[in-house]
Each structure stands twice: as structure tokens, then as C-alpha cells.
């Protein structure tokens, strides 16, 4: 009931929103864009042809792969990078080199490099949510407070137990953050990089739409889903935060 | 007798923005064994450094540090330190705070109760710091710092972010605790009448460069009476020392 109350005032401002937009297109007697009941409409229609589904899982399944590969590489690097003062030294400025350089810019050398199918998209998730999950590990490992590192030192345990029990539970919660941000981008890149050339994904049926007889109430269907899925998928991301190693972090 | 920890000639500067800082100039101490030693002195003065290089957590410029007898450069198992800020890990329970330093001990699970019971705190054993008061923090510190046996205890102001409740009754603890082990105590702390609370020895130091200034015993038996006539005598000599007038109002 509590958390009723306090959801009422951003459910109001959807529900203006939601009015304005109403209200406007019927003041405008607007022809292409649609009210808020043609978009749900046009929901439904891709909800019964099932096209709905099959866009949202190939979005998914690029973002997955990519991100997980991203995953893969950017935590054991940016540990590496974090304790290794060498090879932070070595691989740091690379990195901020290739960090600032927007995704859509790699969809010429991603297309060049692995054509049109799914590995473009994938390599584009790959490259933009890759570099702040390096940053983020390897801020976490040099932000790591010294009076942990010194106990550690000081009661004689073995490198392997300083990095599993200590440097890795100090810098999970970082990781984490790295994570959600990482995410983040994949999902806004999908849609980018979805735009172009492809067949499948919801950047995809967004462009179809358009291009194909000007279906604005899809097109805008299609937005609101990569709203809501962004938003499921950085709350999947949270609930790591609740993880016993991470949740320290959070306390009061 | 051999003494426990020799600090012979020992000096220590760093390099700041200024130029070289020299903070510990020629300073030579020893502490007997199973001996409670407190050192104070004005805020600033490299009490801190200097229990770092005898923990062997910073080495020194010039001179040794002997423990036992033998040369001594780095922190290890014999001598445990505990800070000001605390290093209990946040992320692991009580208990598992408390074998942390038992590498896999066969009993460590049973040793981690049994010190959590000494220092009171039964029914915390799976508690996470964070849902611990300050003063049952320390209590936790504490036992992780005992449950290895070490010989020393190297106190950084152990007490000092506790309410001055709090900070007797964790004086207290740590007496009754000591009565019970033996284990030699070199106590860094601004607290003049924590110093003559706790105590065998007292050195003052001066300040920086730092050396020692003066050395007090203090010979009065436990549970000591901080109102008595000997003590605020003691407390005055100290205080002079460190060249506040004991009437002063600060």
C-alpha cells in the first residue's frame, strides 16, 4: 500500500503525458501520428501476428551475446588492469583512446568487418559496453581502501585468499555499477546498430514500420517496448546489487 | 632480559610538496615482554608512523627494529595491528571476519565463537559489521586481532571514535581480556588518561621531528582509580610534558 502511495505522483505524470500527447494530436487533427489507443492497438495487431516476440528476442539475443562476451573480457582485464600497475600503465591509454568513440561510429568498420548478420550488431554491444566495465573494475581495484589490503597483509594470507576474500568482494559492488551502465549502452546500441541493414530486432521493426506505409503507431509501439525492456533489464541489474557480496555496499 | 620489540636509532621522513619531511629523528625504545607501553603526544607528531614501522607496515630511513632479538621489517601473524577506522571487512559475518586470519584452521569456526563470546559477542557470530553498533565493531576487531594469538598488539587510537562511555567499558574489556592472555601492547593514543588507564609505561614524544621526551611508569595496580591523587599527579607530569598547564581551560 506504501509503495502504492508513493508510485501516485510519476504515475500522474505518465498519465499527463499520456493526455498531452492525446489531447495535441486531436487538436491537430494530425493524419500520420497516432493517439495513444492506435498505439496500443498497433501493439496488439504485432502481439497476435507474433512479430512482437520475434523482434524482441533477436534484440535480446544480440544484446546477450554481446554483452556477455563483453562481460567475459572486461572483468578479468580490469581486475588485471587494477592490481597490475604495469598493465595499467601498458592498456590504459588505449582504452580511453578507443572509450570516448561513439558505437554508431564502428557500424562502418563492423559491417566491413563482419558483414551484415547478427555478428555486426553483436560486435557494436561488444565495443561500447566493454570499456566502462573496465573502467569501472579498475577504478573499483584502485579505490579499494588500504586499511583492508594492510589487515590482509598483516594476518599473512595467501595471494589467492587476498584476491578471492578481499579484492574481489571490495570491488564486486564497482563491478556491478560497470555492469549496469555497461547494459545500458548495449540496449541503446542494439537499436542503432538494428537500424541498419538487418531483417530481425526491434530497431528494425521501428524503421520497417516507418518505411513501409508510415506506421507511426508501430513506430512508437516499438519505442515504448525498448523503454520498458531497458527498464526490466537495468532492474535485473539491481537485484545483483542484493547479492550477499555486493549488498554491503548499500548498507545504511 | 632480552627485551620483546628494540627500537634501535630508528628515522623516518617522507617526501612531501614542500621538500623532505623528517618526522621520527633518532628514536630508540624497548618494550619487555607481556609490557602495556602507551605513547602519546601532540596531534601530528608521527605517534602513527611510528607504530606503522615497528608493525613493520613502513620501513625505517635509518636504524632496526628488533623483535625477539631478531631484525624485523615486515607485518606478520606475531603482531596484529588495530586502527583507528577499523578493518573489519564489511563484506564477510562476524565469524567469518574472525577466522579470516586462521588460514583454514582445522577448528576455526569453534576458536571464532569462542572469541566472540569473550569479547560479548555471542549472537553476532553471523551479523554483518554493517548491523553492528561502533562499540561492538571494535569488540569484533578485537577478537579477529586475538582469535590468531599474536605476542603484540599495535593500537592505533583504538578507542578514540567511540563515545567516552563506550570507550571505558572497550578499556575495561580489553583489561579483563589481557588479564586473561598474556600479550605484549604498544598503544598510540592522544587520551592522557587513557594512557594512565591502561598503561605499564608511558613514553612522550615530542614534536616533529619526533624523539622521546619523557618516560613514566605507571606503577599503580588494577582496576585503577583515574580520581586518585597519584593519577592526577601522573596526568598533570604528562600533560606538563606535552606542554599543556594542567589548570588550563582547553
Redesign the interface.
Same mark, same amino acid.
Given at each position: 500500500m506504501h509503495r502504492l502511495k508513493e508510485s501516485v505522483p510519476a504515475l500522474a505524470v505518465i498519465a499527463a503525458v499520456i493526455a498531452l500527447w492525446w489531447g495535441t494530436v486531436l487538436a491537430t487533427h494530425s493524419l500520420i501520428f497516432p493517439t495513444p489507443w492506435a498505439v496500443v492497438t498497433g501493439t496488439w495487431e504485432l502481439i497476435e501476428n507474433g512479430t512482437l516476440w520475434q523482434h524482441i528476442s533477436a534484440s535480446l539475443m544480440r544484446v546477450g551475446v554481446g554483452f556477455g562476451l563483453a562481460v567475459c573480457v572486461a572483468i578479468p582485464l580490469g581486475l588485471w588492469m587494477g592490481w597490475m600497475h604495469g598493465a595499467y600503465r601498458t592498456l590504459n591509454p588505449l582504452f580511453q583512446i578507443l572509450r570516448p568513440i561513439s558505437p554508431i561510429a564502428w557500424i562502418p568498420i563492423a559491417i566491413l568487418w563482419f558483414g551484415v548478420g547478427d555478428a555486426s550488431p553483436i560486435y557494436l554491444i561488444f565495443i561500447s559496453s566493454v570499456f566502462p566495465m573496465i573502467v569501472q573494475t579498475t577504478v573499483g581495484v584502485h579505490t579499494i581502501e588500504k +586499511?583492508?589490503l *594492510?589487515?590482509?597483509?598483516?594476518?599473512?594470507?595467501?595471494r589467492r585468499?587476498l584476491f578471492s *576474500?578481499?579484492v574481489i568482494?571490495?570491488v564486486?559492488p564497482q563491478v556491478v555499477v560497470g555492469m549496469r551502465i555497461g547494459l545500458g549502452v548495449a540496449w541503446l546500441v542494439v537499436v542503432a546498430a538494428e537500424m541498419i541493414a538487418l531483417h530481425s530486432g526491434l530497431g528494425y521493426m521501428i524503421m520497417d514500420s516507418r518505411n513501409a506505409g508510415n506506421r507511426y503507431d508501430l513506430v512508437i509501439a516499438g519505442m515504448i517496448i525498448i523503454g520498458l525492456i531497458g527498464l526490466s533489464l537495468d532492474g535485473v541489474m539491481r537485484l545483483l546489487e542484493r547479492m +550477499?557480496?555486493v549488498r554491503? *555496499?548499500y548498507?545504511? | 632480559m632480552r627485551p620483546k620489540i628494540e627500537v634501535r636509532e630508528v628515522g623516518k621522513g617522507f617526501v612531501s610538496d614542500r621538500g623532505r619531511l623528517e618526522v621520527i629523528r633518532n628514536v630508540s625504545l624497548s618494550v619487555r615482554d607481556g609490557e602495556f607501553v602507551a605513547i602519546v603526544g601532540p596531534s601530528g607528531c608521527g605517534k602513527t608512523t611510528l607504530l606503522n614501522l615497528i608493525a613493520g607496515f613502513i620501513a625505517p630511513d635509518t636504524g632496526t627494529i628488533f623483535i625477539d632479538g631478531a631484525p624485523h621489517s615486515k607485518p606478520s601473524l606475531r603482531g596484529i595491528l588495530i586502527s583507528q577506522q577499523g578493518s573489519v571487512f564489511p563484506w564477510l559475518t562476524v565469524r567469518e571476519n574472525l577466522m579470516f586470519g586462521l588460514n583454514g584452521h582445522a577448528a576455526g569456526s569453534t576458536l571464532a565463537d569462542r572469541y566472540a563470546e569473550i569479547v560479548g559477542l555471542t549472537g553476532f557470530e553471523d551479523s554483518y559489521p554493517h548491523e553492528l553498533s561502533g562499540g561492538m565493531l571494535k569488540r569484533a576487531e578485537l577478537a579477529r586481532a586475538l582469535v590468531v594469538k599474536p605476542e603484540i598488539l599495535y593500537m592505533d587510537e583504538p578507542f578514540s571514535a567511540l563515545d567516552a562511555l563506550m570507550s571505558l567499558r572497550m578499556r575495561n574489556e580489553l583489561l579483563r581480556i589481557l588479564a586473561k592472555e598474556r600479550h605484549t601492547v604498544m598503544l598510540v593514543t592522544h587520551d592522557v588518561e587513557e594512557a594512565i588507564h591502561l598503561a605499564d609505561r608511558i613514553l612522550v614524544l615530542s614534536s616533529r621531528p619526533t624523539r622521546i621526551q619523557a618516560a613514566f611508569d605507571v606503577r599503580f595496580a588494577h582496576p585503577r582509580r583515574l580520581s586518585s591523587a597519584a593519577a592526577q599527579d601522573l596526568r598533570v607530569a604528562i600533560l606538563r610534558e606535552l606542554g599543556v598547564d594542567h589548570d588550563d581551560p582547553a
Open positions: +586499511r583492508y *594492510r589487515a590482509a597483509e598483516n594476518f599473512g594470507v595467501s585468499t *576474500r578481499v568482494p571490495a564486486l +550477499r557480496w554491503w *555496499r548498507a545504511p | -
